[in-house]
C-alpha cells in the first residue's frame, strides 16, 4: 500500500517561504507523476503543480513564478518551494501521486494533507 508522509507546512507571514516535502513509500512507482494540490474550507481541492514521470513540471497558471515542485526519484520524494507567500496561499496542501497502469487508467494516492497559513 503506498504512503505519502508530508512536512514543512506551518504559519509564515506574507512575502515569506516554505518549503514542503513528500515522502512516498510502499510501492514501485516506475511510472507516476507526483505533486501538490491545496484545499480551502468550501472549495474543492485545487492543483498546485505536478511532477511528472516525464521530468515535465505543470503549475496553476495563478501560481507560475512564486511556486517550484521538484522531484528526487532515488528518494522518492517531491518538494514545494513557495516564494511571496500571500495570505491567500492559506490552505491545507496534499501530496498526490498517480500511479500509472497504462495511458488511461491510473491508481491516485493522497497524503495527509499540511496546512500552511500565511498571515497578512
Known amino acids: 500500500q503506498v504512503q505519502l508522509v508530508e512536512s514543512g507546512g506551518g504559519l509564515v507571514q506574507a512575502g515569506g517561504s516554505l518549503r514542503l516535502s513528500c515522502v512516498a513509500s510502499?510501492?514501485?512507482?516506475?511510472?507516476?507523476?507526483m505533486g501538490w494540490y491545496r484545499q480551502v474550507p468550501g472549495k474543492q481541492r485545487e492543483l498546485v503543480a505536478v511532477?511528472?514521470?516525464?521530468?515535465?513540471?505543470n503549475y496553476a497558471d495563478s501560481l507560475k513564478g512564486r511556486f517550484t515542485v521538484s522531484r528526487h526519484d532515488s528518494k522518492n520524494t517531491v518538494y514545494l518551494q513557495m516564494n511571496s507567500l500571500k495570505p491567500e496561499d492559506t490552505a491545507v496542501y496534499y501530496c498526490?501521486?498517480?500511479?500509472?497502469?497504462?495511458?488511461?487508467?491510473?491508481?491516485?494516492?493522497w497524503g495527509q494533507g499540511t496546512q500552511v497559513t500565511v498571515s497578512s
Open positions: 498526490n501521486l498517480r500511479n500509472y497502469i497504462n495511458y488511461d487508467t491510473w491508481n491516485d494516492y
Open positions: 511532477f511528472t514521470s516525464g521530468g515535465t513540471a
Open positions: 510502499g510501492s514501485s512507482f516506475s511510472i507516476s507523476d
